[in-house]
């Protein structure tokens, strides 16, 4: 069974910093990977996703983040936090990318300091 | 806005009820998924349907249930509600091709049992 691990329930930034949220994957198969976006009082919104193709992925908003699978990791960074990011982030795997039940992280909720 | 709708935002009721939430996807998806987020459990995949048919049986309780209808909007039925059921329930659409892997999200439906 795949899952992922989010390390830190809560990140609180400095506008204008670098933001770093971490994602650690468990997959017996290839994963398939995902971060959400949920801000408040909405849905979730995908930022990007990893299908194997290139293993530095170039989301919305200016995210961006990195497959490495000798650290089975999925870190998601932004150069510099904007008061808007401020909201939660998921991590997310899947089998495969026509497989969508998603496995997700319990979340990061992220604040930006003005 | 993610052209995904459900109803009601917000419901309210007793221990030993029965609700039904609703969701319209996407136009042109054929997949319907329902997501339970609660606080001590995260984000829980429940159901997939495809086209009308079930596809995937995740964490659903056999107090719920749900459909897909011919105009592909899905119905979650919660019965015998417990304290327990409180939580957000998102419904996600896809059109289910393999290329994608991009789930569009609800705002979701907040049940509260009391």
């Known amino acids: 069974a795949q899952s992922v691990t989010q390390l830190g329930s809560h990140v609180s930034v400095s506008e204008g910093a670098l933001v770093l949220l971490r994602c650690n994957y468990s997959s017996s198969v290839p994963p398939y990977l995902f971060w959400y976006v949920q801000y408040p009082n909405q849905g979730l919104q995908l930022l990007l996703k990893?299908?194997?193709?290139?293993?530095l992925v170039k989301g919305i908003n200016g995210f961006e983040a990195e497959f490495k699978k000798s650290e089975t990791s999925f870190h998601l960074t932004k150069p510099s936090a904007h008061m808007s990011d401020a909201a939660e982030y998921f991590c997310?795997?899947?089998?495969?990318?026509?497989?969508?039940?998603?496995?997700f992280g319990a979340g990061t909720t992220v604040t930006v300091r003005a | 806005d993610s052209g995904v709708t459900q109803t009601p935002k917000h419901l309210i009721t007793a221990t030993g009820q029965r609700v039904t939430l609703r969701c319209s996807p996407r136009s042109g998806d054929l997949s319907v998924y329902w997501y339970q987020q609660s606080l001590d459990q995260g984000l829980q995949f429940l159901i997939q349907y495809y086209n009308g048919e079930e596809r995937a049986k995740g964490n659903i309780l056999e107090r719920f249930s749900a459909q897909q209808f011919p105009d592909l909007h899905s119905e979650l039925n919660l019965s015998s509600l417990e304290l327990g059921d409180s939580a957000l329930y998102f419904c996600?659409?896809?059109?289910?091709?393999?290329?994608?892997?991009?789930?569009?999200f609800g705002e979701g439906s907040r049940l509260t049992v009391l």
């Open positions: 996600a659409s896809s059109v289910a091709s393999p290329d994608t892997g991009e789930l569009f």
């Open positions: 997310a795997v899947s089998r495969s990318s026509n497989d969508y039940k998603l496995s």
């Open positions: 990893y299908t194997s193709a290139a293993t």
